[in-house]
């Protein structure tokens, strides 16, 4: 009972998932379908709710699930972002009425795959729930079956089957190393290995960071953001964006710092992740500055982003073998960039659906025919940049401070240069919008659905701007986890 | 107290956001309200001030983010007060914010935003000043790019959008480097308190402290202008419109010289020590070079922004004497030339505003046509060349007081630019106000509207009053400069 118990989050959403396949058989108003997927999330995070009152905290099913504190944050986070992400596919959705069963049940799955992430101590769990998003994403981001979608869609299998192999290899090798796949035994394991087995060690952990580098989008596994984010329909890109990202930050935080953190390796593995943040950043930040597609620039943007959160990583660990410092910062900053990066989708899907065109040009003079997107981008974008009054100006300082504390002083500084350089495209999109000449006299026209989403995402930027303390508090409780 | 200060025009501009889209007439109104509002709140702030006591006043605090618990230096306090360096700058960006306002009553594109961004800056610029915490300084000094930025490159001319860019630009990249700077300072020492901070003897990190200090006068090296980094400063004020470009020469420099003393000098104050002859030496070079440059402009809002990098020389070599006299004359310095040539730019708004051309050479004999502009323009040129009983005079005689003794080649080429700017200010007013009577400007109306005519009659007023009688303000400045002295030595 105590398994099935802790479990319930994930069972509730899966549940709903297999409902609307079957409401989708029997029921001609294909209306109500979005609506029962937000009611499962909803109940999920009850539930969950209801666990953490409790004080349920525990393992479940043989120590393979640890339902901790850091699982409850983003069991939160991701019911969040899917509840989000549906509200913003309504309109979209309706434009394939006969597939809209399968759009809302792929995007329950993806969510249980991720909760599961975050919560996986186990390597082949890990394995499973991974599979189990990736392969759902993958017909996500080639649903519109056009000649971009499924190109997305291809090229998104192809490479995320390579980044399978290179985990799954990782995997093997750890398992050899320490006979076991539970994390916590993995770490026992590597407490007491000799300094003979280092390099093998490094070798599963580079492995797996290679195989976990391709969801996080980090380089030198990023080529395929682009091309997948401008290929996918923009909500299920809004969704790769945060909900795969942070799943992916989400487990790599479990097995570094649980299963993978000894005197052995530690330090090389965090030199390793502060020269990926130094470049992910540079590249995703200077590539971005030339493209005219939005999305594709969001693609860019993100690998840039991922980059900042590996600089919370690498500050995490390196400060005196304390890992809750960067961890709250990485925690902080994903939920900040969850709030602002699906705010800003948001406002692009509503503003690209009206006005015909993702070309950032065409967004041109948008401030005058829809004030309230246009500022609701803008500010998402501001709080992308890290200016202030948002969350991810705090985010940024937040973790730029710890990166100081463990005394990376030369990536802070690459990465505070780097917000320089972000600033030239992120409010060269706030330009355009502002003081470009309209495309037009009309309008623009958004639905309710997706206008109350993107305001709400967009007072979360605002209040946690403001406010920051419960958030960064509820992070801590979250990243405290790994302080023992 | 201080706090209603600080964010009684951020509520303007929430109230201004509010009104409705249609009247043109009422946002004007309430700009001048709130404007006005917030510079008499100064001035009785100013008046209350105790003068006879050193340190900050008015202090008042509470802890916005502590995360100390989990083992974070990371904590962020809203601490703000006032001392006798700070509050000659809050009242001249108060006072200059509500001439803004005046000298812009007809603008009428976009009114309402154009407002309210005003309003906006104005509590940026001021909670730059009032911060008592290196972190909440930091914030205040980012808020101030976005309305900056949309002012220069919605309401501004010419090449607005590249100027605003590279406004932003070159104050974001200075900006981070202040932020790694403040960064390692605070793990240095534990914390960004800014009273504490300006206490404590702070003798080592795991880098070289020189390094601390160099990445945060960055930024403020950057926003003063001092030479090489001072590429940005001509193109904003000149393709900003006429109040902009007043509030970025009058308020928006001094948060680098500001910044230089209360950030630099005394919280690093054995680091600064070090590097007093590389400060000489740049300030000679920003005030030389200033003005060579002024003399062969032919825009007029160009001359007065190069005459600008000139004149924050003498900011910076003021603070490389490092002594009271210098440090008061720096600080002062600040406060007649942000009245000085927030006049000047205003002169030279009313007049591009008539003739729609800034070129010198297209102009002639105004004087004839408008005798209210020429004569203020000229009390303007004379108070920036240093004439005595005018507000230049004195802050230029204490900056070289204090550095003669130390600086004697440095203070001479010092003297030079005066003489320097006495040619340009004098040569350009006699080619723009004398001369031949053009056929083309026979139309021009003299500024008559009293929105015209109280600003600058206003500003006029404060530079007479410093000048005749400077203690007013050099008391209050000397009280706070004090304690960064008595660090000092």
Partial sequence: MDNIDRFLPELIVLGFAALILVVDLFVREKRILPWIGLLGLALSAAYTATLILRGRQGSAFGDSLRVDNYAFFFLFLFAAVAATVIISSIDFARKMPDRQGEFYSLILVIAVGAMLLSQANDLITIFISLELTSISQYALAGFMRDSRSSEAGLKYLLLGAISTAMLLYGMALLFGLTGSTGLAAISNALQKAPDSARFAYLLAAALLAAGFGFKMAIFPFQMWVPDVYEGAPTPVTAYLSVASKAAAFAVVMRVFFTALSGTLITSEWVGLFAVLAAISMTLGNVLAIQQRNIKRLFGYSSIAQAGNFLVGIVAVSAANGRFTIGATGVVFFIAAYAFTNLGAFLAIIAISEAVGSEQTSDFSGVYRRAPWLALVLAFCLISLTGLPPTAGFFAKLYIFNAAIQAKYVWLVLIAVLNTLVSAVYYLGIVRTMFMGEPRGESRLSSGMPIRFGMTVAALGVLVFGIVPQPLFAAAHKAADVFGR | ?489
């Fill in chain 2, 1 to 489: 107290m201080v706090s209603a200060l600080l964010f009684l025009p951020l509520l303007g501009a929430v109230v201004m956001a509010l009104l409705p889209r249609d009247n043109s007439r009422l946002p004007r109104y309430v700009a001048l309200a709130f404007s006005l509002a917030t510079f008499v709140f100064s001035v009785v702030l100013f008046i209350i001030f105790d003068r006879d006591k050193t340190g900050f006043q008015f202090i008042e605090h509470f802890t916005w983010v502590d995360l100390s618990s989990i083992g974070s230096t990371f904590t962020l306090q809203y601490q703000v007060g006032i001392d006798g360096l700070s509050i000659p700058l809050v009242l001249l960006t108060t006072g200059l914010t509500f001439f803004s306002v005046l000298i812009s009553w007809n603008i009428d594109l976009r009114t309402k935003e154009y407002f309210a961004w005003i309003l906006v800056l104005e509590t940026g610029v001021l909670g730059v000043f009032v911060s008592l915490d290196f972190l909440l300084f930091f914030l205040f000094w980012e808020v101030e790019l976005v309305p900056m930025y949309l002012l220069i490159s919605i309401w501004g001319t010419g090449r607005k959008e590249y100027a605003a860019l590279k406004f932003v630009l070159f104050t974001v990249a200075g900006s981070s480097f202040m932020l790694v700077g403040i960064l390692l300072l605070g793990f240095t020492t534990n914390t960004f308190d800014i009273i504490q901070l300006t206490q404590m003897n702070i003798t080592s990190s795991f880098v070289p402290l020189s390094m601390i200090f160099f990445f945060i006068m960055a930024a403020f090296a950057v926003k003063l202008p001092v030479f090489p980094f001072h590429t940005w400063l001509p193109d904003a004020h000149t393709n900003a419109p006429t109040a902009v470009s007043v509030l970025l020469a009058g308020v928006l420099l001094k948060m680098g010289g500001y910044g230089m003393i209360r950030m630099g000098v005394s919280i690093l104050p054995n680091v600064a020590k070090d590097y007093t002859l590389l400060f000489a030496i740049l300030a000679a070079i920003n005030i030389i070079y200033g003005a060579l440059i002024v003399l062969r402009q032919q825009d007029l809002k160009r001359l007065i922004a190069y005459s600008s990098v000139s004149h924050m020389g003498y900011v910076l070599l003021g603070i490389s004497a490092l002594k009271q006299v210098g440090l008061t004359g720096a600080s002062l310095q600040m406060f007649t030339h942000g009245l000085i040539t927030g006049l000047l730019f205003i002169m030279v708004g009313l007049i591009y505003d008539r003739t729609h051309t800034r070129d010198i050479g297209q102009m002639s004999g105004l004087m004839r046509r408008m005798p209210f502009v020429g004569v203020m323009f000229y009390i303007a040129g004379f108070a920036a060349l240093g004439l005595p009983a005018l507000a230049g005079f004195w802050a230029e005689l204490l900056v070289f007081l204090g550095t003669f003794d130390k600086y004697v080649p440095m203070t001479i080429l010092g003297v030079v630019g005066v003489l320097l700017s006495a040619g340009y200010i004098l040569w350009m007013l006699q080619r723009v106000l004398w001369g031949p009577p053009m056929q083309r400007w026979e139309h021009l109306k003299d500024a008559t509207a009293w929105w015209e005519r109280a600003p600058v009659l206003g500003l006029f007023l404060v530079i007479l009053a410093v000048g005749v009688y400077p203690s007013w303000m050099v008391d209050v400045i000397q009280k706070g400069v004090q304690p960064i002295v008595a660090r000092l030595s």
